[in-house]
RNA sequence: GCCGGGGUAGCUCAGUGGCAGAGCAACCGCCUUGUAAGCGGUAGGUCGUGGGUUCAAUCCCCACCCUCGGCUCCA
């Protein structure tokens, strides 16, 4: 049916259809709809392409508005601040050349050069933010236009990375990188907000700056160009942009929490560990408090995997230097390893994994299939070298245990032994008050591996059967493989929705060629066996630092350093809470009395920031009916509860993983 | 490793080219407390380490160590 030129219709996605004048674009759309939705929309999506609102439609097109308050609206926001951003620095520091500047997860960057290798302090952020105001009340519009490479090459003539981006993609080797900034060859996209600015960019941007507003600079840093180690270094700043005052306020304070449970502050806070500097950078010593709570998880762990039918082994912190050149690590990961020392009977290495070891005691004697799956398990502590300013805590630390296995099995064997480490996995990190996983399966990187396709293929399928058989989805990274074997990454979410990966389970079959592993077969004849690696906790300090910032740092009950403490209202009642204590600690708690010669309110305070599930209070009434007042951990006060049902209260609670405070 | 910010009492932080400061915690005393900070007092420091400049350095300069935010890397 051919429309009246005069009109154009267009249809959105509840499939409904309307009819527009000629040349309506996106903008009169919104308008036609209704007036909070023009108020709302940056974009617009026409035919599956993102496009700026002022763009006029064409007849019979199939179009949705993007709003400010989506994930895509405020991606469109956020990329548009950035253009804002790199006009301030234009502006206020002569001869800034800018590269490039995309919206990221909450926010944006943007990546400049200032002459003279200048760097950004804090009160440039200042007055940075405030030009960008400027320009933001200026009501500045992005216009698009679209040039011949060699037009845009004048264009930014003065800008040396614009015009490598521009060159790159005219030469067809453009990553996504430089896509997103300039379009297509034939067609290089520019966005313009005034005579003096002007940014290579494929957009779609808002109609004009006064859409944006409610953002903030956040840090300085520094970031190499195109990511490239030993090309130059620019300055970055990053800033957060959302599509509203409240929305930025949220976002900040979510920060501001995030930092309470910092794993570093809470582990000093609460008397957990330490990194004495005396030790070196990235070393860590446990104190009683946090060794109560590492000792429980390696307990645990220990009691699921002796149930689980693993071997337990034990290897030394180091080893001649011929083992790690057997399993090729010294070849490939060097630099990562401590420095070697340097003995009369040969040269030394701290070991920076377990599983050459593991694999000398398979080799130790002759196997037979009627072994396998061999499983051997151990809390194994490994040093690595990790680059000074890659530090993190507990979350990245050069000496840590490793909660190793390494699985040796059959070809046949594979497939169920990884579904049921996958089941084995999920539950342990269930224990732990994780609940939501996502996994990832890394297949292989045909530049940096090892193998034959066959058993690439295979070990692939196995991977990919196991999740399938559990219905799991998962998402599959291409090329992130080991060099010896895919993988399979477990991320879980923490209690604030951050993603932390912890578990992964790899296939190997490098090593057991490299170490001649071999098994006697039903048939008589030598078989290699596959290898599996598989790391649970990933490490011991790494999921503690995990799981503290998890509870922000109320471990449930079970885990806790302290699981009760009793306060007497005054001295008179001591003699009975000394009681209370022990026949507590007679059950098996962790228990402690702290003293009346503070106010109760105080101690009760003091007990409180030590985030102790379970505080009973006891006094005259407690005394004379053999009763407790219980102040559990983010519950409500009962009084003269009986000792009988508080201890049954406390065993349930201790009994299944609590939910996290 | 690279860019930038830091390191002062147990903790959080202020401060100055000329005798080192606060709050909390600790310790002592008073108070004997019924559910998140009672009052008073005492003690506590090689101002990260080593050099240099200076009549004098915690402060300025250099190097190193540690740490924080990123980048790169992460078997």
């Known amino acids: 049916m051919p429309s009246n030129s005069s009109v154009i219709k267009v249809r959105l996605p509840d499939e409904s259809v309307r009819e527009l004048p000629a040349g309506s674009t996106g903008i009169d759309l919104a308008q036609s709809i209704g007036k909070r939705l023009a108020q709302a929309a940056v974009a617009t999506v026409v035919n599956g392409v993102e496009t700026d609102l002022g763009v006029a439609l064409a007849d019979g097109a199939q179009v949705s508005i993007v709003t400010a308050d989506s994930d895509a609206g405020r991606h469109v926001l956020r990329h548009s601040t950035a253009h804002v951003l790199a006009q301030a620095v234009v502006q206020l520091f002569e001869g800034a050349k800018f590269s490039i500047g995309p919206a990221i997860e909450d926010g944006f960057y943007y990546d400049f050069e ?18 960008m105001q400027q320009i ?12 011949s490479a060699d037009d845009a090459l004048k264009v930014f003539s003065d800008q040396p990375y614009k015009c490598e981006i521009i060159q790159r993609v005219t030469k067809g080797d453009a990553d996504s990188v430089d896509a997103l900034e300039a379009g297509s060859a034939d067609a290089v996209s520019v966005y313009r907000n005034s005579d003096s600015f002007v940014d290579l960019c494929r957009g779609p941007h808002v109609p004009s700056t006064s859409r944006l507003g409610h953002f903030a600079l956040m840090k300085v840093a520094g970031a190499y160009w195109r990511g490239n180690e030993k090309g130059p270094m620019l300055q970055r700043i990053y800033g957060t942009a959302w599509e509203s005052k409240s929305a ?3 976002h900040l304070h979510r920060l501001e929490e995030a930092e309470k449970r910092d794993h570093r502050r809470l582990a000093v806070e609460m008397d957990l560990l330490s990194f004495p500097q005396e030790l070196g950078g990235g070393l860590a010593v446990w104190h009683p408090k946090g060794g109560i709570v590492r000792k429980l998880m390696e307990d645990y762990s220990r009691e699921r995997h002796q149930n689980g039918g693993y071997k337990f082994v034990f290897t030394p912190h180091l080893a001649n230097s011929h083992l790690f ?88 064997q594979m497939a169920d032994e990884i579904a049921s480490l996958l089941d084995f996995v999920l539950s342990v990190l269930r224990r732990f008050g994780f609940s939501d996983f996502d996994f990832k399966l890394s297949t292989r990187n045909p530049d940096k591996s090892v193998g034959s396709d066959e058993i690439w293929q295979k070990s692939t399928d196995a991977l990919r059967e196991a ?21 399979i990454d477990i991320d879980v979410r923490d209690a604030i929705g951050r993603k932390w990966q912890l578990s992964t389970i790899q296939c190997d079959f490098n090593l057991p060629e490299r170490f001649g592993l071999e098994y006697i077969a ?3 004849s030598r078989k290699r066996p596959i290898m599996l690696h598989r790391a649970l906790f990933g490490s011991i300090e790494r999921f503690f630092g995990v799981l503290l910032e998890h509870y922000g740092g109320a471990f449930p009950t079970w885990l806790a350093p302290v699981q009760v403490r009793v306060l007497a209202v005054a001295s008179a009642h001591e003699e009975y809470a000394a009681k209370v204590v022990q026949q507590l600690v007679e059950d098996g708690y962790r228990v402690d009395q702290l003293v009346a010669d503070e106010q109760l309110g105080k101690r009760i ?40 049902e508080f201890l049954q209260q406390l065993s349930a609670d201790v009994g299944e993983t609590r939910s996290v405070a």
């Open 114 to 131: 200032l002459p003279n290798n200048k760097t950004f302090s804090d009160a440039d952020l200042v007055a940075i933010t405030e030009r």
């Open 136 to 147: 933001v009340a200026a009501d500045q519009p992005f216009v698009r236009s679209e040039m």
């Open 248 to 250: 930025l306020a949220e």
């Open 325 to 412: 050149e057997t399993s090729g690590h010294l070849q490939f990961y060097k630099d990562g390893m401590y420095p070697p020392m340097e003995m009369d009977n040969g040269t030394y290495y701290p070991k920076p994994m377990n599983c050459p070891m593991h694999c000398l005691i398979y080799r130790d004697r002759q196997r037979s299939y009627r072994e396998l799956p061999l499983r051997l398990f151990e809390l194994g502590t490994v040093y690595r070298y990790e680059r000074a300013g890659t530090l993190h805590g507990l979350l990245r630390i050069r000496g840590f245990t490793q909660d190793d296995s390494h699985i040796f099995c059959t070809e046949e």
């Open 467 to 487: 999740l399938n058989r559990h219905g799991l989805q998962f998402t599959v990274a291409p090329g992130d493989a080991a060099f010896y074997g895919p993988k």
């Open 522 to 524: 039903t048939d008589n």
């Open 605 to 644: 305070r003091a007990s409180k920031l030590e985030r102790i599930p379970y505080v009973l209070v006891v006094g005259d009434d407690d005394v004379a009916n053999s009763t407790v007042g219980v102040n559990p951990r983010g519950g409500d006060v009962r009084r003269d509860v009986p000792m009988n």
